[in-house]
Each structure stands twice: as C-alpha cells, then as structure tokens.
Nanobody
Framework: QLHLVESGGNLVQPGGSLRLSCAAS????????IGWFRQAPGKEREGVSC????????NYADSVKGRFTISRDNAKNTVYLQMDSLKPEDTAVYYC????????????????????WGQGTQVTVSS
C-alpha cells in the first residue's frame, strides 16, 4: 500500500523549534511534489509550504516566511519542514500531501492539486 506518514509534531513553547517529517511508504518520492498544509480548530486548511520534485519551489505562506524551511532527502524518501520561532498561531494539525509527475512546480495553497495525503501530526505551541 502507498502511504504518507507525518511525524515530529509535539508540544513546544513559543519561540521553540520542531522538525516535521513526511515519509513515503510503498513508493518513492523522487518524482513527487510535496506540500505541507495545516488546519487549526475551526479554521480552513491552509497551505504552509511546498517543494517540487526537483527540489525547487520552496514556496511559503506569508505567515511562515523566514521561520519555516522545507527540504527533501530523496535518499531517505522523506521531506522535512523545519519550523523555527514558533508562535501560538502555528498550532494546528500539519499534513503532507504529494502529487506525481511534476518537475519544477508545486502548488503552495491548492489542496485539490495533490492526490495523496498523510494522516497528520499535531503541533501545539503554548507556554
């Protein structure tokens, strides 16, 4: 079976850091664009960042620019989201999503563009 599995979510204090991982199971991420999305209680799902299959793109939502960094390690079949200077408003369930067949493009805030999703990992920023 083909799965995306997120991990790394946790409770962290404001100003802290977390690194989320999105690992593929049953398929290789080499030819997939990956997006990170998040959804807070009572809010719509929003795009956080994305990276193309060639490693370019690196698009970010304005709310996380300069604080979050997306990267990929195809050898480990994993995409990462490094989150620094976390704020309480970053609290949400974070999801990764994948779409095959693109090289230099990823959709930063279009959840419908992706066709595979993970189950999510909870990030809570609170003192």
């Amino acid at each position: 079976q083909l799965h995306l599995v997120e991990s790394g979510g946790n409770l962290v204090q404001p100003g802290g850091s977390l690194r989320l991982s999105c690992a593929a199971s049953g398929f290789t991420l080499d030819y997939y664009a990956i997006g990170w999305f998040r959804q807070a209680p009572g809010k719509e799902r929003e795009g956080v960042s994305c990276i193309s299959s060639r490693g370019g793109g690196g698009n970010y939502a304005d709310s996380v620019k300069g604080r979050f960094t997306i990267s990929r390690d195809n050898a480990k079949n994993t995409v990462y989201l490094q989150m620094d200077s976390l704020k309480p408003e970053d609290t949400a369930v974070y999801y990764c999503a994948a779409r095959e067949g693109t090289y230099f493009y990823c959709a930063a805030n279009d959840a419908g563009w992706y066709d595979r999703w993970g189950q999510g990992t909870q990030v809570t920023v609170s003192s």
